[in-house]
C-alpha cells in the first residue's frame, strides 16, 4: 500500500504542528507549510515540525509557503503531485493568530479595517483556496479527506466581530463543499477545539501561585492547566480517519472534546480537556 500524504497548513507551531505530529505518528508523509523558516519571537519553524515528524515515524516535509499568494499555495500542491502522485488528507490550519492578539476585545468601530483583510483572507480564503488545489489530488483517487480547523466562534460571539464572521465563514464553506463532494469519495470536516495551550497562550500566560492561566480581554481567565495540547486535535483527525461513517460525517462541525469522548482517544496525558471559550456554544 502507497503512503499516505496529507498537507498541514500553518504547521510551524500551535494546532497545526500538533495535527502534523499526529499524522506523522500514524505513518503519514506530511508537507508541512508555514511562512516561518527561521527561528523568531514565537517558537516553531516549519523545519522544527518536519524533523519531529520523522522522529515520530512519519516523514516531514517543509515547504516555505506565504498563504498570500495563490501561486506559491498552487505550488506546494504540484509538488505534492510530482512528488507524489496522490494526497489522502489536507487540513486547512493556517490564520495569522498573532495579528489578532492586538484585536482581541475590541469593538468593530474600534478595529483597522485590515482586521477584516487579515481574518478572513487568511483563514476562510486561504482554506478555501488550498481546497481549490488540493481537492482535485483526492477526487482522481476516490478518497481523501479535507479538514478545516474552526471554532465555537462560528455560532457564538467570541473576540470580535471579523473573527466570528471567518469561522462561520469557514463552516458555511465546509457544510456546502460537502454537498458538492458527495458521491466523490471525499468528506470534509470542520473541527472546533477547546482552549489549547500553544506557543502564543504560553507567551501570554500569567502566573498566581501555582495557577498558571491566560486572561482575554472581555472574556475572562482560563486555566491553562486544563488546556488541550496541540496534539489532540492531531488524534481527532486520526480517529476520523479510522471511523467506519465518515461520509456520513462531511459537511459539519465537531468540538474536539466531544468526538474524543464519542471515538475513545485522549490528550497526551490520557484525559480529556475541555475547557471551553464559549461553554454555551
Not at 496529507?6 to 504542528?17: D, E, N, P, Q, Y
Not at 488545489?133 to 455560532?155: D, K, Q, T
Request: charged content about 20%; glycine content about 12%.
Amino acid at each position: 500500500m502507497a503512503k499516505r500524504v496529507a498537507v498541514v497548513t500553518g504547521a510551524s507551531r500551535g494546532i497545526g504542528k500538533g495535527i502534523a505530529l499526529e499524522l506523522g505518528a500514524a505513518g503519514f508523509t506530511v508537507y508541512v507549510t508555514g511562512r516561518s523558516v527561521e527561528a523568531g519571537p514565537i517558537p516553531g519553524t516549519v523545519g522544527e515540525t518536519a524533523a519531529q515528524i520523522d522522529e515520530l515515524g512519519g516523514q516531514g516535509i517543509a515547504v516555505a509557503c506565504d498563504h498570500h499568494d495563490d501561486e506559491q499555495v498552487k505550488a506546494v500542491f504540484d509538488r505534492v503531485r510530482a512528488e507524489q502522485g496522490r494526497l489522502d488528507v489536507l487540513v486547512n490550519n493556517v490564520y495569522s493568530a498573532p495579528d489578532l492578539v492586538p484585536w482581541l476585545g475590541k469593538k468593530f468601530w474600534e478595529l483597522p479595517i485590515e482586521a477584516w483583510d487579515q481574518v478572513i483572507d487568511i483563514g476562510t480564503r486561504s482554506h478555501y483556496v488550498s481546497s481549490v488545489f488540493g481537492a482535485p489530488l483526492m477526487l482522481e483517487n476516490h478518497s481523501g479527506l479535507i479538514v478545516n480547523v474552526s471554532s465555537s466562534g462560528a455560532v457564538s460571539y467570541g473576540h470580535n466581530v471579523v473573527y466570528g464572521v471567518g469561522k462561520a465563514a469557514v463552516d458555511k464553506m465546509t457544510s456546502d463543499m460537502a454537498i458538492e463532494l458527495v458521491g466523490t469519495g471525499v468528506s470534509i470536516v470542520s473541527l472546533w477545539p477547546g482552549l489549547v495551550r500553544t506557543e502564543l497562550l504560553d507567551l501570554g500566560a500569567q502566573t498566581d501561585g501555582d495557577d498558571v492561566f491566560i486572561e482575554l480581554p472581555g472574556e475572562g481567565r482560563f486555566d491553562l492547566s486544563g488546556a488541550e495540547s496541540p496534539r489532540f486535535l492531531g488524534r481527532a483527525v486520526v480517529a476520523l480517519l479510522g471511523c467506519g461513517d465518515l461520509a456520513d460525517r462531511s459537511g459539519r462541525a465537531f468540538p474536539s472534546a466531544a468526538l474524543a469522548r464519542e471515538l475513545g482517544f485522549t490528550d497526551l496525558d490520557g484525559t480529556i480537556h475541555e475547557v471551553l471559550l464559549r461553554p454555551d456554544a
